[in-house]
């Protein structure tokens, strides 16, 4: 499955922005989709997942609360809804894909073998 991430931008502390994930090439519906975003210097760190059964999702701790994930299957699409950006959340978001992750490892980027390309997001103060 090939991946394509979009819907970056700068936006100010306090401020919205929606990214897409879009697939295409693999069965869309059987992929677990992982957002994991990585800033200047620090390792990649996971966001959000959303499983391929049932839409069950799942949140990193700096972003609960603010961050909500979704799909649209018959769009072939996941979204990330970003509220409340705050200048900490500046990286790039790139989104995986994997159709044998299990539980305990959805926060593992090694789980993951399909990657989009990474969306920049900037907050500024």
């Known amino acids: 499955v090939q991946l394509q991430a979009s819907g970056g931008g700068l936006v100010q502390a306090g401020g919205s922005l929606r990214l897409s994930c879009v697939a295409s090439?693999?069965?869309?519906?059987?992929?677990?989709i992982t957002w994991f975003r990585q800033a200047p210097g620090l390792e990649r760190e996971f966001v959000a997942t959303?499983?391929?059964?049932?839409?069950?999702?799942f949140y990193g701790e700096s972003v609960k609360g603010r961050f909500t994930m979704s799909r649209d299957n018959a769009k072939n699409t996941v979204y990330l809804q970003m509220n409340s950006l705050r200048p900490e959340d500046t990286a790039v978001y790139y989104c995986?894909?994997?159709?044998?992750?299990?539980?305990?490892?959805?926060?593992?980027?090694?789980?993951?073998?399909?990657w989009g390309q990474g969306t920049q997001v900037t907050v500024s103060s």
């Open positions: 959303i499983k391929s059964r049932g839409g069950y999702t």
């Open positions: 995986a894909a994997s159709s044998s992750v299990i539980h305990s490892a959805l926060a593992s980027q090694n789980a993951y073998a399909h």
């Open positions: 090439g693999g069965s869309f519906r059987t992929y677990t």
